[in-house]
C-alpha cells in the first residue's frame, strides 16, 4: 500500500463543510494551533527574560495579530504598513520593532507613540540620528554567517543586504556617536528555515558583537536573535524542537553574564513557527487531464494562495478529499489555474523548475484538494489576482470548531477601484 499525505489540521468532513458554506479557494485557520504554538514560543529557554515577537509578515490578518497579542506577544513588522497594519488591530506602537529594508518616509508615525527602530544600514542610523537626537536605538547586524531553508530565505553573510556588516563596526560606532544616540539592542536575523545548529553558533557570535558595544560605551540591553525556526510541515520533515535549541544559548547568556556583569534580555521572533502548521487552503479540482507522461489535476487554487511552492519549491501536503469515498490511488501533477507553466502545487523539493508527481486519492472534478501547512508566507505573500482571481477568503476555526469568515473574498471591482480611465474607446 502506498503511503499519501493525511490530513492534520481538518477532518474530511470540516473540509466539505467549510467549502461549502464559504466557497473555495479558502485559507481556514486553527486558533487551537496557533495559541498551542504560541505557547510553545513563549517557553523559550531564556536567562534573564524573554520577548516573543510575532513576525507578522507570514500572515498579517489581524486576527491572528490580536490571538497572539492576547498571549503576550509582540510585533516584529517589517515596513512601516506592517506597523500601521499592526495598530489597526489595536497593537500599541511600544510593542511593535521595526526592522525594515525600507526607511519609513514618515518618520514620525509611531515614534513618538513608543515605536522602537532597528536600523539596517548605515545611512539608516544616520537619517534616524538627524531626526531623533540622543534617543535609544536598536541596530541590526549581519554576522557575516547565514543558513536557510533555500538560497532566498538566508540572510546572513555576504550573499545578503541584510543588516549591517559586521565589520563595520567603527562606522556604526562613529554615526551613533555623532548623534548621541545609545545603541540598546542588538538584532540579527539569519534567515527562515536555518539549520538549528547554524542558529546556535550565530547566537555565540552575536554575543561577541555585543560584547565590542558593550567595551564601546553603549549599554546593550536587549540581543535579538531574530526567527526562522524551521517548521516540519511534510510528514517526513522535522521541526526545530525550541528547547533543544534554545538551552544552550541560555547557557551561553549565563555565563555571558558571569563574564561581563551584563543581563541581556532574549527577544525572538518567529513567523513560520507560530502560524505554518496552523493553516491549510481548501481548493476544488476543476478539471482532470493526461499526456503521455503525466496524469494532471488542475486545481482552482496555486500561486494565487500558495507562490512558496513556484517560488522556491517548497512542499506542502496535497490530499485529496473525494465527494465519494474511495481508496483508489493515482500518481498525479498538480496543477494550479493560472495561465504560467510555473504553477504547479507538486515541484521537486528545492527546484521550482523540475515536476515531482504525488500519490493522491483518485480525484475527480468536484473533489477538493487540501494544501497544508499554508498559514505562514502564503495569504500575505501570494501573487494575488493574477489572471484577475479575486483574492481568496480566510476562516478561523474557534475553540468550539465554529468557522468565522475574517476575511471576505475579493472581487473584480477591487481588483480595478484605483484604476482611472484616461484612454477613450473609439
Ligand atoms: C527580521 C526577521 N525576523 C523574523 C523573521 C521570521 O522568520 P521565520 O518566519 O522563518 O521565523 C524574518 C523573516 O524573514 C525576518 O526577516
Given at each position: 500500500m502506498i503511503n499519501l499525505e493525511t490530513l492534520s489540521l481538518l477532518d474530511k468532513n470540516q473540509v466539505r463543510d467549510i467549502a461549502r458554506d464559504f466557497g473555495t479557494p479558502v485559507y481556514v485557520y486553527s486558533q487551537e494551533v496557533l495559541e498551542a504554538q504560541a505557547d510553545k514560543a513563549l517557553d523559550f529557554p531564556n536567562a534573564f527574560g524573554l520577548t516573543v515577537r510575532y513576525a507578522m509578515k507570514a500572515n498579517s490578518n489581524q486576527n491572528i495579530l490580536r490571538i497572539f497579542y492576547n498571549k503576550g506577544i509582540e510585533i516584529d513588522a517589517s515596513s512601516i504598513y506592517e506597523v500601521e497594519r499592526a495598530a489597526k488591530a489595536?497593537?500599541?506602537?511600544?510593542?511593535i520593532l521595526l526592522t525594515s529594508q525600507e526607511l519609513p518616509l514618515n518618520m514620525v508615525f509611531g515614534f513618538n507613540k513608543g515605536l522602537q527602530f532597528n536600523a539596517c544600514s548605515l545611512y539608516q542610523l544616520e537619517t534616524y540620528g538627524l531626526e531623533h537626537q540622543c534617543k535609544e536605538v536598536g541596530v541590526r547586524i549581519n554576522p557575516g554567517l547565514g543558513s536557510g531553508g533555500t538560497n532566498r530565505t538566508n540572510t546572513g553573510g555576504s550573499g545578503s543586504s541584510f543588516g549591517i556588516w559586521h565589520e563595520q563596526f567603527n562606522e556604526i560606532i562613529d554615526t551613533a556617536e555623532r548623534y548621541g544616540l545609545k545603541i540598546n539592542k542588538i538584532h540579527t536575523h539569519i534567515g527562515s528555515g536555518s539549520d538549528p545548529e547554524i542558529w546556535k553558533k550565530v547566537a555565540g557570535m552575536s554575543l561577541n558583537i555585543v560584547k565590542r558595544f558593550l567595551n564601546a560605551g553603549h549599554d546593550i540591553k536587549i540581543l535579538n536573535l531574530g526567527g526562522g525556526y524551521k517548521v516540519g510541515r511534510m510528514s517526513y520533515e522535522k521541526s526545530t524542537d525550541l528547547q533543544e535549541c534554545g538551552k544552550p544559548v541560555r547557557d551561553s547568556f549565563i555565563e555571558f553574564a558571569e563574564k561581563t556583569g551584563k543581563e541581556l534580555k532574549l527577544e525572538i521572533e518567529p513567523g513560520t513557527f507560530l502560524v505554518a502548521n496552523a493553516g491549510a487552503v481548501i481548493a476544488e479540482v476543476i478539471d482532470v487531464k493526461s499526456t503521455p507522461k503525466y496524469n494532471f489535476i488542475i486545481t482552482n487554487s496555486g500561486m494565487t494562495e500558495v507562490t512558496r511552492l513556484s517560488l522556491y519549491g517548497a512542499q506542502h501536503p496535497i490530499v485529496v478529499v473525494s465527494k465519494s469515498e474511495t481508496d483508489e490511488r493515482e500518481k498525479y501533477m498538480v496543477s494550479g489555474h493560472c495561465c504560467e507553466s510555473g504553477d504547479i502545487l507538486t515541484p521537486a523539493a528545492g527546484d521550482s523548475e523540475a515536476l515531482s508527481e504525488r500519490w493522491l486519492t483518485k480525484a475527480k472534478i468536484g473533489d477538493f484538494v487540501v494544501i497544508e501547512?499554508?498559514?505562514?508566507?502564503c495569504s500575505s505573500m501570494s501573487v494575488k489576482n493574477y489572471n484577475s482571481y479575486p483574492t481568496a477568503s480566510e476562516v478561523l476555526i474557534n475553540h468550539d470548531g465554529k468557522a468565522s469568515l475574517i476575511r471576505s473574498r475579493g472581487s473584480l471591482e477591487n481588483m480595478v477601484?484605483?484604476?482611472?480611465?484616461v484612454v477613450k474607446i473609439d
Open positions: 489595536g497593537i500599541p506602537a511600544e510593542n501547512g499554508s498559514g505562514a508566507y477601484e484605483r484604476e482611472k480611465c
